[in-house]
């Protein structure tokens, strides 16, 4: 028997015939494998104040869900939605 090898694309599909809860699982587990630079921790949660105090002074500038993805993942409706 030709033992197959190992792919992103074979893993991808094995991962996808789990359900929901288990995909979160391993997202969580694969994420955790990284090695994070010094410092990564602490400048997130100084991004994530910094963030959360925008919200509260009025001044970050919000988005719905909608307008959101189509400024990630570009829109076809809206060819300009990258633009700005």
Do not use: C, N
Not at 53 to 80: N, S
Request: proline fraction near 2%; hydrophobic fraction near 40%.
């Amino acid at each position: 028997m030709t033992e197959q090898a190992v792919t992103r694309e074979s893993v991808l599909q094995d991962a996808l015939l789990l359900d929901q809860d288990e995909r979160e699982l391993l997202v969580i587990q694969i994420s955790r494998s990284f090695v994070k630079e010094p410092g990564y921790d602490e400048a997130w949660a100084a991004e994530i104040e910094r963030r959360l105090k925008e919200l509260d002074e009025g001044k970050a500038e919000l988005m719905d869900w909608d307008e959101a993805k189509a400024y990630i993942f570009g829109d076809e409706d809206e060819p300009d939605a990258m633009a700005g």
